[in-house]
């Protein structure tokens, strides 16, 4: 199947770490990515890992990838209340397809 | 300067009209592509064209009906609408294989 699976919601105190998981299916993905969707926008980048490396870190952001469990996550750290939004991972699944997950809700409690 | 624009950024209409969604980027991009995204905010793929030529449908309806006049447009016209195309649509670019860049979305909405 297709499907990029990811927890619907999640909710941290600002100030703490917030780690969003994502499963995903395609273990001959060249990229995997990570996209914020604010309400009323489009999507737009967070970070990426290319599938040989198993950690990035970018500033607040890291990413981990366990090829072998088909696991992504991502951990924002000290979340602040603008980091509420809509996470989504995808991974390139073919040159030119890109499969979303199902987006993980992120509420950051003052 | 925007990368990606849409027009137009609301649309509503009643179900049978036939309507379109304009798609400009500047960026340079090869590839470009359609998404739709529901209610619950799934996100699926309509169309990629590279180089305006259709490289993936995903079993979309052949009321939708993409055309590309050149590398920097790809438009979206749906025929015949339904209840069932409410939903905000996403208009995105990218190099091939690269990191996409998303339009701010259209959303739809039939009555």
């Known amino acids: 199947g297709e499907d990029v699976e990811q927890s619907l919601f999640l909710s941290v105190r600002e100030g703490d770490s917030s780690v969003i998981n994502c499963t995903y299916t395609?273990?001959?993905?060249?990229?995997l990515y990570w996209y914020k969707q604010e309400p009323g926008a489009g999507l737009q980048l967070l970070t990426y890992?290319?599938?040989?490396?198993d950690m990035k870190q970018d500033q607040r952001l890291t990413v981990l990838l366990n090829k072998k469990d088909k696991h992504l996550s991502l951990r924002i750290a000290d979340t602040q209340t603008g980091d509420s939004a809509i996470y989504f991972c995808a991974e390139s699944a073919g040159t030119y397809k890109y499969i979303f997950g199902t987006g993980t809700r992120l509420k950051v409690l003052a | 300067d925007t990368a990606v624009s849409q027009t137009p950024k609301y649309l509503v209409t009643q179900m049978g009209n036939d309507k379109s969604i304009k798609c400009e980027q500047n960026?340079?991009?090869?590839?470009m592509y359609w998404y739709k995204q529901d209610s619950k905010k799934f996100l699926k793929i309509m169309f990629s064209y590279n180089n305006k030529e259709l490289i993936i449908n995903e079993t979309v309806p052949n009321r939708f009906s993409p055309k590309s006049p050149d590398k920097a447009h790809l438009n979206l016209h749906i025929n015949s609408l339904e209840l069932g195309d409410s939903a905000v649509y996403f208009c995105?670019?990218?190099?091939?294989?690269?990191?996409?860049?998303f339009g701010p979305g259209t959303r739809l909405t039939v009555t």
């Open positions: 995105a670019s990218s190099r091939v294989s690269d990191e996409q860049y």
């Open positions: 890992i290319f599938s040989n490396m």
């Open positions: 960026l340079g991009h090869d590839t």
């Open positions: 395609d273990s001959s993905s060249t990229y």
